[in-house]
């Protein structure tokens, strides 16, 4: 694709680095941006991440050939809502968004019978615990996976576009359905960002916290860098993909239960299985394609 004029609903890490990527790429001539923070529109139009800033979402998506909505969650419903009434006849919409279901709910709620045709859900496997577009960059995807879950209503054309363009990013594509989808990053991303969170405000809480993360080394710096993300942006995804979340939750906690009692009968034999096997998993999969 060669694109005249992209809009950019969060100009952010991922709606930021994304135009940057297909501006690098030479695959698009005008990038319009559209946020809630006037400074961080401001930082994205000075670092020539955005061409211009639209005050006014329909004046953004006039003429637009392709809109991305990067902002968190629930806000998806409102911006398509916004912008339902003003695109294009051939505009393309497509979102990052973490979660799939949900997504896939306001948009048919904001959109319409026809305009649905042409969004196209997805998700990149791309991004970092830092946030706004100071941290945008064009190789954030680079190598990386972008996960669309089209439905059996969405255009082909619209598909392919949206491909593409992520292809240009230097991304690879798999599609898949939007439960399976909730399902996985339920697993392999939501827990551990919920358990994140909750192991350091269960320390943050407590009377000498500084003192006692003063001795934490390499081990704790490395589990609790995800506590450092978006606390909106988890809050959103948590609520949207409660049940999938509860479900692997119930099972973390039947795990941990497991361990517990192996622990407090002081079973060395059954602890150390456990590591075992952990410590055998998770070298079989990092000497296998990367993720993040
Ligand atoms: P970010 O905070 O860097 O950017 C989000 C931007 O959206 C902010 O600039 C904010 O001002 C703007 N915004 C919020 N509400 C808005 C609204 N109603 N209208 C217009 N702009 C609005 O966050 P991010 O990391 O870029 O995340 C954006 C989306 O991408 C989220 O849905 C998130 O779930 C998804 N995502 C994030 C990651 C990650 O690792 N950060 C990875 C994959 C997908």
């Known amino acids: 694709v060669k694109l005249q004029r992209l809009a950019i609903f ?49 004046s953004a998506v006039r003429d637009a050939e392709l809109v991305l909505i990067a902002v968190p969650v629930q806000q998806t419903e409102q911006v398509l809502s916004e912008i339902a009434p003003h695109v294009s006849a051939s505009c393309v919409i497509t979102d990052a968004g973490s979660t799939k279901q949900d997504v896939v709910a306001a948009a048919r709620r904001a959109l319409g019978s026809s305009l649905i045709r042409r969004f196209v859900p997805g998700h990149p496997i791309a991004g970092a615990e830092r946030s706004g577009v100071e941290a945008a960059s ?19 054309a619209a598909i392919a576009c ?42 943050a ?61 002081g079973d060395a034999e059954a602890l150390e299985r456990i590591f075992q096997d952990a410590r055998a998993a998770r070298s079989r999969w990092l000497s296998g394609p990367s993720s993040d």
Not at 138 to 156: F, I, S
Not at 215 to 224: I, K, L, N, S
Not at 235 to 250: H, P
Request: hydrophobic share 50%; glycine share 8%; proline share 4%.
């Open 138 to 156: 064009a190789a954030l995807y680079r190598d990386r996976l972008v996960v669309l879950t089209p439905t059996p209503d969405t255009d082909g």
């Open 10 to 58: 969060g100009a952010g890490l991922i709606g930021g680095s994304f135009a940057a990527a297909l501006k690098q790429a030479g695959a698009v001539e005008h990038v319009v941006g559209v946020g809630r923070s006037r400074a961080n529109l401001e930082r994205a139009l000075e670092l020539q991440v955005i061409d211009t800033i639209a005050i006014e979402p329909r």
């Open 205 to 265: 809480a407590r009377p000498h916290a500084e003192e006692l993360v003063g001795f934490a080394g390499a081990g704790f710096r490395d589990f609790t860098r995800i506590a450092g993300s978006s606390p909106e942006m988890w809050r959103d995804i948590c609520i949207a993909n409660r049940d999938a979340l509860l479900a692997e939750l119930d099972a973390y906690l039947s795990a941990l239960q497991a361990l517990r009692h192996h622990l407090a009968a």
């Open 162 to 203: 949206v491909r593409s363009a992520w292809g240009l990013c230097g991304a690879r594509l798999v599609e898949m359905d939007a439960k399976r989808h909730d399902e996985v990053f339920a697993a392999v991303s939501h827990l551990p960002h919920a358990l994140a969170f909750a192991l350091v405000q269960m320390y």
